[in-house]
């Protein structure tokens, strides 16, 4: 009994054993069953979420519709591939590279937006919206070509009509030509005619030439004859000249003995400056007036002895012409003098006619380049009369009898007179054209008017040296 009892213990123990062995591998088992389902279902969502980025639910159902039928051994993407590569190449000529469809597309894009921005900008108004753009760019420019061929048509047409035209404008040039020689031929002949009457009319013309030769000389002879006693007459007349002068000098050194001495106060015959200094190696004198003074270059001077008074008749011992004008100095040069009495510090200087302090009149016309670059100076008859203004002289508007001096510029261009269309753009075409007239007109009547006066006319540069004014700016420049 004991044993029994022992091989049931046994037994029970071997089956709790057992059941609890089976327990664990069934615990086991569906441990890995759930972790392989776990996986499966991640597997089938990463699957579901790829499916759904390459096509949506909607797509994958009509995918039939979308690719067409599938082809055997190809994937609908691949399907997609294939069409797209096609494409490519129908488009580009090359064969497909190995780059993603965007890369393709966005050359098909390039290219067709280039082709869309080259065309002419009339295209876009004849395209069929109901075609795609490459077509429709296509059927453009079939349509252009047509026209093109149409135009060549027609204009080959002109030509020929054009052929035709010249064709008879050459045969009627030929008649044309053939009727003027025969004109010319007419005109010729009566040319001939004329010439035979030229020849018999110059015969008869040099024989009363010959005639009027003739009768000329006889009128030589006589104003020969005439002339002759003439001059007789003139050498008669000229005796008794010579025979009044000598009476009328005798009756003018009377006179002188009968006239008093020039009275010292008259302004004539006072003294204008003294001499400073003398060069006589340089033939060069020193002078104490100047610019201020009004003295210019050119001006002259007669030379006294300091200790004796101004001669009755003004004749000095020397004479002096200034040819550099400082501000209260000038230097001249000795023209004339004396061997036995030559020019002495402190000698005095008179010119008869200039004075110092008179006011002398100017007229200044035309235009006037004081830069001398050959561009005429807007202000510059502003300028010189400025400069006159400060000399110590007047301007006057008008030349008259008692204008010292003219002033001459470059005479005023006289402008085109102006056209409708000129007028239409510029409205002020008309007043310049007639200010240009105006200032041209008086230009030419005040150089008349100063001839017919004989009054001095001065250029610019001239004018600037009367007054001193170059002298003044190269020794200012000079100095600094």
């Known amino acids: 009994m004991a044993v029994a009892r022992q091989e049931q213990s046994n037994v029970m123990l071997y089956t709790v054993i057992t059941f609890v062995g089976l327990f664990i591998v069934a615990a086991i088992l569906a441990v890995v069953f759930y972790i392989k389902a776990q996986d499966w279902r991640d597997q089938f969502l990463t699957?579901?979420?790829?499916?759904?980025?390459?096509?949506?639910?909607?797509?994958?159902?009509?995918?039939?519709?979308?690719v067409g039928q599938k082809e055997s051994k190809s994937s609908r993407v691949g399907q997609l591939m294939g069409y797209l590569d096609q494409l490519y190449k129908m488009d580009t000529g090359r064969d497909p590279q190995e780059t993603s469809a965007q890369v393709k597309f966005g050359e098909?894009?390039?290219?067709?937006?280039?082709?869309?921005?080259n065309l002419p900008k009339d295209f876009n108004t004849a395209m069929d919206t109901n075609k795609p753009g490459i077509f429709r760019i296509v059927d453009i420019y079939n349509n252009k070509t047509?026209?093109?061929?149409?135009?060549?048509?027609?204009?080959?047409?002109?030509?020929?009509?054009l052929g035709s035209d010249l064709e008879l404008?050459?045969?009627?040039?030929?008649?044309?030509?053939?009727?003027?020689?025969?004109?010319?031929?007419?005109?010729?002949?009566?040319?001939?005619?004329?010439?035979?009457?030229?020849?018999?009319?110059?015969?008869?013309?040099?024989k009363k030439t010959t005639e009027q030769v003739q009768a000329l000389m006889q009128q030589r002879d006589q104003a020969i004859e005439e002339k002759n006693k003439s001059r007789q007459e003139l050498l008669d007349s000229m005796n008794k000249l010579s025979i009044t002068q000598n009476r009328l000098q005798d009756t003018l050194s009377k006179l002188d003995v009968l006239k008093p001495r020039p009275k010292a106060d008259i302004?004539?015959?006072?003294?204008?400056?003294?001499?400073?200094?003398?060069?006589?190696?340089?033939?060069?004198?020193?002078?104490?007036?100047?610019?201020?003074?009004?003295?210019?270059?050119?001006?002259?001077?007669?030379v006294y002895d300091r200790n004796a008074p101004i001669p009755t008749d003004?004749?000095?011992?020397?004479?002096?012409?200034?040819?550099?004008?400082?501000?209260?100095?000038?230097?001249?040069?000795?023209?004339?003098?004396?061997?036995?009495?030559?020019?002495?510090?402190?000698?005095?200087?008179?010119?008869?006619?200039?004075?110092?302090?008179?006011?002398?009149?100017?007229v200044i016309a035309g235009n006037?380049?004081?830069?001398?670059?050959?561009?005429?100076?807007?202000?510059?008859?502003?300028?010189?009369?400025?400069?006159?203004?400060?000399?110590?002289?007047r301007v006057e508007n008008a030349v008259t009898i008692d204008t010292d001096f003219v002033i001459l510029g470059v005479q005023p261009r006289l402008k085109k007179k102006?056209?409708?269309?000129?007028?239409?753009?510029?409205?002020?075409?008309?007043?310049?054209?007639?200010?240009?007239?105006?200032?041209?007109?008086?230009?030419?009547?005040?150089?008349?008017?100063?001839?017919?006066?004989?009054?001095?006319?001065?250029?610019?540069?001239?004018?600037?040296n009367f007054i001193g004014y170059e002298s003044l700016a190269t020794s200012t420049k000079a100095r600094y």
């Open 267 to 302: 302004a004539a015959y006072k003294p204008d400056g003294n001499i400073i200094s003398v060069d006589t190696s340089s033939n060069i004198v020193f002078i104490n007036i100047g610019i201020e003074d009004k003295v210019y270059a050119g001006l002259t001077f007669s």
């Open 108 to 117: 098909l894009d390039a290219k067709y937006q280039d082709i869309l921005a």
């Open 47 to 66: 699957s579901q979420q790829q499916l759904e980025e390459m096509a949506s639910s909607r797509e994958v159902q009509n995918i039939n519709t979308l």
């Open 146 to 161: 047509k026209q093109k061929d149409e135009l060549i048509s027609q204009l080959n047409a002109q030509v020929d009509n």
């Open 418 to 464: 102006p056209t409708l269309d000129e007028i239409e753009v510029d409205p002020m075409a008309t007043e310049k054209y007639e200010a240009s007239a105006k200032a041209s007109e008086k230009y030419l009547e005040v150089k008349d008017q100063a001839k017919d006066l004989f009054i001095p006319v001065l250029g610019l540069k001239r004018f600037l």
């Open 314 to 362: 003004g004749k000095g011992k020397a004479e002096i012409e200034v040819f550099n004008v400082d501000k209260n100095s000038a230097m001249a040069r000795i023209n004339k003098s004396s061997r036995r009495n030559s020019i002495a510090e402190d000698d005095i200087i008179v010119n008869l006619i200039w004075d110092s302090k008179a006011t002398n009149r100017f």
């Open 368 to 393: 006037f380049d004081f830069d001398d670059n050959g561009q005429i100076d807007p202000d510059g008859a502003t300028k010189i009369k400025q400069l006159i203004e400060n000399w110590g002289g």
């Open 169 to 206: 404008a050459q045969k009627g040039a030929a008649e044309r030509e053939q009727s003027l020689r025969t004109q010319i031929r007419s005109i010729q002949e009566d040319a001939n005619g004329v010439q035979q009457s030229y020849n018999q009319l110059r015969d008869l013309m040099d």
